[in-house]
């Protein structure tokens, strides 16, 4: 069974700071892997999706890597601002195509 | 707009009442899905459609629960006799069969039962 965990459960740092937030998955038989931003009360924003075959992707300030063998990925955020506070989701699809989510990593930023 | 909707976005009732929500889906997609979201969690699968037919249902779905998807376009979620664990944002998503695999995600119903 699918597994995804996210690491720390939450996060405050200082505004400017760049900053890297972890998932692991236990399963490494996925077709992709997502991180979602999600504000509070709010739906879920698609942030970047890697393929299986791919290695990484770049959004703006966003980088998210994948490493399928050992079952991690990292999203890593540049020069973070007050705006970035929200939760960000990883979640894999598996090959039955259900997403599992992790239950996510609570960032604050200070200004 | 063209990504997937949800209606109503917010909804409040009391115990035991039935309600039921609407999930329009992006038009190409012809794979429509149903996740359930409680505070400090993940989302977390509930059911899904290929076209109509409603080809899987997680034991998260108990008999109260019903979700129909009649022409293979929009789909409901209908809760039965509500109960104050049934508080939860409802996401729908939708997609197409096969690669790239990507679900594209509606806005949520946020359901208080109180």
């Known amino acids: 069974k699918q597994e995804v965990t996210q690491i720390p459960a939450a996060l405050s740092v200082p505004e400017g700071e760049n900053l890297v937030l972890n998932c692991s998955f236990t399963?490494?038989?996925?077709?992709?892997l997502q991180w979602f931003r999600q504000d509070p009360g709010k739906g879920l924003t698609s942030l970047l999706l890697?393929?299986?075959?791919?290695r990484e992707q770049t959004s703006g300030r966003l980088n998210a890597s994948l490493d399928k063998s050992s079952g991690r990925s990292t999203l890593y955020i540049a020069a973070s601002q007050p705006g970035d506070s929200a939760t960000y989701l990883c979640?894999?699809?598996?090959?039955?195509?259900?997403?599992?989510f992790g239950k996510g990593t609570r960032l604050h930023i200070l200004p | 707009d063209t990504g997937v909707s949800q209606d109503p976005r917010h909804k409040i009732t009391k115990r035991g009442q039935n309600v039921t929500f609407r999930c329009d889906p992006i038009s190409e997609h012809n794979r429509l899905y149903w996740y359930r979201q409680t505070l400090g969690q993940g989302p977390e699968f509930l059911t899904y459609f290929q076209n109509e037919a409603q080809l899987e249902k997680s034991r998260l779905l108990s008999d109260r629960f019903s979700a129909e998807r009649p022409k293979g376009s929009f789909s409901t979620l209908e809760i039965q006799r509500t109960e104050q664990g049934d508080s939860a944002m409802y996401l729908c998503a939708s997609s197409f069969q096969g690669a790239p695999y990507e679900q594209y995600f509606g806005p949520g119903t946020r359901l208080t039962v109180t």
């Open positions: 399963d490494s038989a996925i077709y992709n």
């Open positions: 890697i393929q299986s075959s791919q």
């Open positions: 979640a894999v699809t598996n090959r039955d195509d259900k997403i599992i």
